[in-house]
């Protein structure tokens, strides 16, 4: 099956900072999201990109598919910021949302 | 607009009894449905998956199993809980193939 890696693995930030997660694949994909999860496990979906680039205030993801990698950018921190992010990404003709083991976030007061 | 149920939040249960978690998805029809467990150590591992009513697909061969008797229901079950089986379990929803994932928001189990 399709591989999935993000990195870093664990990130701390100061509040105010910017940051860039990172979401490699092992093979070409029909889509990809990017989730974050609070520190209370709700899964939120914050972007379906198979490709290109999208933006929604603070955070914007762009997907190069032929490279086979996404990546989350978070800029301006927020202490609500903080969580575990993760990538899923369907290989072609796959009913299955496979997921990467996360980037855990910790933004600082 | 939809919406995801999954119920309950959190479940104490000693070895060996029964199981049944149950999610409802309003707002739509025909989705595909997913089960997912999330252990500690954070990686997301997909269980069991459902295209349509009575049809389930099997990822990970273990102690568990699910159902979907209506159109909108999904229910992970278990005859016998062991200790391994604890953990986060989530559900969640997307519209069909190559479709935005939606979660429940999850049941922490314990098993003792």
């Known amino acids: 099956g399709i591989q999935v890696e993000q990195s870093p693995p664990d990130l701390i930030l100061q509040e105010g900072a910017n940051s860039t997660l990172r979401c490699n694949f092992s093979d070409s994909v029909n889509n990809l999201q990017w989730f974050h999860q609070n520190p209370w496990g709700q899964l939120i979906n914050l972007f379906y990109i198979p490709s290109g680039t999208k933006q929604n205030g603070r955070l914007s993801a762009t997907t190069v598919a032929t490279e086979r990698y996404s990546l989350l950018y978070i800029s301006s921190s927020q202490t609500t910021d903080s969580g575990v992010y993760f990538c899923a990404v369907e290989a072609g003709g796959s009913y299955i949302p496979t997921f990467g083991r996360g980037t855990s976030l910790i933004v600082h007061p | ?112």
Do not use: M
């Open chain 2, 1 to 112: 607009s939809q919406t995801i149920h999954q119920w309950p939040a959190t479940l104490v249960q000693p070895v060996g009894s029964p199981l049944s978690l149950e999610c409802t998805v309003e707002g739509t029809s025909n989705p595909n449905l997913y089960w997912y467990r999330q252990a500690a150590g954070r990686g997301l591992q997909l269980l069991f998956y459902s295209v349509g009513i009575g049809q389930i697909s099997s990822e990970v061969p273990q102690n568990l199993s699910a159902s979907r008797p209506q159109d909108r229901q999904f229910i992970l079950s278990s005859k016998k809980l062991l200790l391994s089986d604890s953990g986060f379990y989530l559900c969640a929803w997307s519209e069909g193939v190559d479709e935005k994932l939606f979660f429940g928001s999850g049941t922490q189990l314990s098993v003792l």
